[in-house]
């Protein structure tokens, strides 16, 4: 049999007699105590963590810093070793400098001679073109551009003076110049005959564009150049076949 209080809660009949006669101050003394020596434990090993994270940072410190001495001692001796070779490096140098040299100076560069025989293959038989002159670009001097709109861009004119022992078919000539490489457009002027050599004269003007550049040390220049007039001829084939299919489909609806 039990019953509860306030004071004591739980009241065991029959029970060993247990009585607390300290005062309550002694318990919360002994409380106070564990209390203290658990913050000193805490305490502790606080400190060994910071100890131990300081080790393990210096360590850390040290690897790398070791890493870092071998990184600059090797850096040192390949200053060293390429220093054996400065005589290469200023060789390579001057080469660079001279490959430069050469873009830039044959930049506006025309094998005229080919050029020439081109035109002159393209005339009718016999046609002879003499009194050739020239003006073109150079690396610091553009030429002078049109002001007209539907003038195309230029970097030289070329004036030769074409010869022709029956009257000339000017037209024709210029259809068979339009179809050299580099042409922009060329503008005859009027037809002379000579007495004395009993020759029809006429003296074209012709503008060149950058497809008539030589380009012998730009070769990047050169293949984006091929591979624009390889693209360009594509799109001129496709151009044609297209044509002949509509020709055909029209042909077919027609009958």
């Keep these: 049999m039990s019953r509860k209080t306030q004071s004591v809660g739980r009241l065991v009949v029959g029970g060993p007699a247990q009585a607390n006669l300290l005062p309550p101050e002694v318990g919360l003394a002994a409380r106070g105590r564990a209390m203290r020596r658990s913050a000193s434990a805490l305490v502790v090993l606080s400190v060994f963590l910071v100890i131990a994270g300081f080790a393990g940072a210096s360590v850390l410190a040290l690897v790398e810093q070791a890493k870092l001495d071998e990184a600059n001692a090797r850096t040192d001796q390949l200053v060293q070793e390429q220093s054996k070779y400065s005589e290469v490096q200023r060789v390579n140098s001057m080469l660079a400098a001279a490959n430069a040299a050469q873009q830039v100076g044959t930049s506006t560069e025309i094998d005229w001679k080919a050029y020439l025989v081109n035109i002159q293959k393209s005339l009718p038989s016999g046609t002879l073109v003499t009194n050739v002159s020239a003006d073109t670009a150079t690396p610091i001097l553009n030429f002078v ?24 078919d000017v037209e024709t000539w210029l259809e068979a110049l339009a179809k050299l490489t580099g042409y922009v457009d060329a503008t005859p002027g009027s037809v002379t005959l000579n007495a004395d050599a009993t020759l029809y004269e006429v003296t074209i003007t012709m503008h060149i564009s950058t497809d008539a550049l030589l380009l012998r040390f730009d070769e990047e220049a050169r293949a984006d150049r091929e591979q624009a007039t390889a693209d360009a001829e594509a799109a001129a084939e ?17 009958e």
């Design 145 to 168: 551009q049109p002001s007209a709109p539907l003038q195309g861009d230029r970097i030289g004119e070329l004036r030769f003076t074409a010869t022709s022992a029956s009257l000339p």
């Design 238 to 254: 496709e151009a044609a076949a297209n044509a002949d299919s509509s020709a055909d489909a029209s042909s077919s609806g027609d």
